[in-house]
């Protein structure tokens, strides 16, 4: 997905700081990534016959996606960015990444799901992180 | 809208923190009122003569829109809320609101569209300053 | 929220058809309202001690959620509409709105979410059908 | 993202049926690959001097990037799967890319943004009919 994010950020008329792109691509891929990983695995936790015990799981599952959806969307827009919104958002961004990740990791031994899931969020908690300390 | 928001919150099996219920419906409605604003201004600023003029107009309506979206919904869900996730949440659609209102703000008097959505904007940016210093 | 909604349509520099504005702002509002009581009735139910009873209830109120917001999001727009757009989204919008009500209504007697949210939806539903034959 | 999307669907507690799985992972990549190429390829003609001459095209992008990440979600969920919402849901995502494609191929000359837009839009759409026409 990576790759077609670059060139449709390649092609933006006014142009994407080049300091900034290859994170900023990398941040949105994981964003969406993220996102898609998340709503599976509430859904795959729901599927379980312990779901009772995968509440809290499911609950942090579903906010992380919602706010990786957000933020993958605003990234993806270059048109009169405003750091102001950007910034606060990405905090947002990875402190959802960073509880979801917690909760998946207590269950990755016993669920494949978790497990991929987890390792989803740590990642786009830590593009969030490279992209907020990248060049502005 | 409130009422119902209301209704919803009333009927959930672990209950809503009474001294929270009103100021967290109220911002459950804002955001919803405020992202139904900014995708309506986004579009009716597009479909004005002088769009070019209102491009940071449309940027900032489109990503108040996708925040207030995400932050709604995360809102609504009461089963093992997490203020990890929900506080930074409120801060970044607090200050994607506080944005949109200020660019709307600035063609007001020129755009009835502008002067409404950024009525929403200050009201959805007051609601999440409230429910941020309400009683946990 | 539909005074909001209608004041927005109101200001679109382009107009919209009298004929249809006051069941586009109906729908628009219902769309919207049905969306936020599928998330709620979803977390609810996860709140519940009978969640595995009720994985299907939860997974159709995600599903009318995410749709009833895309088809909130779309009628909201009034710049260069394409029916060739609406129209399905207004199909598929009212068939997951009928099955979500279908099944919320299997747990109306035992959970007041569930009862209310039903109602969401037969009023949701109800508004994409009332739309799908206003005048075009 | 693909690769990501198969192994969470081949976590899931329930399995998925084998003849589907790699049409519905490939629907599932698709769908929000299109949402994010439409959402960037509408925050790029926003960017354009010519702006004013491609109010259609940002705003099927924005319907098309709405319904595409709802299907996309709704595809991901694999418990207690409903043909009466995926399949209506499947259609108008059809459908919003077709749209979608046959607007930005119209500028696909001009601006490189709507001819990477149109391809994703097109392989979407061609997702989409592959996944209605498969094994139920």
């Given at each position: 997905m990576t790759h077609h994010i670059s060139a449709m950020l390649n092609s933006?008329?006014?142009?994407?700081d080049a300091a900034r792109k290859e994170s900023l691509a990398e941040c949105i891929a994981a964003c969406f990534e993220c996102s898609q990983a998340c709503t599976a695995c509430a859904d795959a936790c729901l599927g379980e016959k312990m779901v009772a015990d995968l509440a809290a799981c499911i609950r942090t599952d579903l906010d992380c996606a919602d706010i990786c959806a957000a933020t993958g969307n605003i990234l993806t827009r270059q048109t009169a960015t405003n750091t102001a919104i950007t910034r606060p958002v990405l905090e947002a961004c990875r402190a959802a990444c960073a509880v979801s990740a917690d909760e998946c990791e207590q269950h990755s031994d016993m669920h494949e799901h978790c497990r991929i899931c987890a390792e989803a969020c740590r990642r786009c908690e830590a593009a969030c992180t490279a992209l907020l300390s990248a060049p502005a």
């Open positions: 933006h008329p006014q142009g994407v």
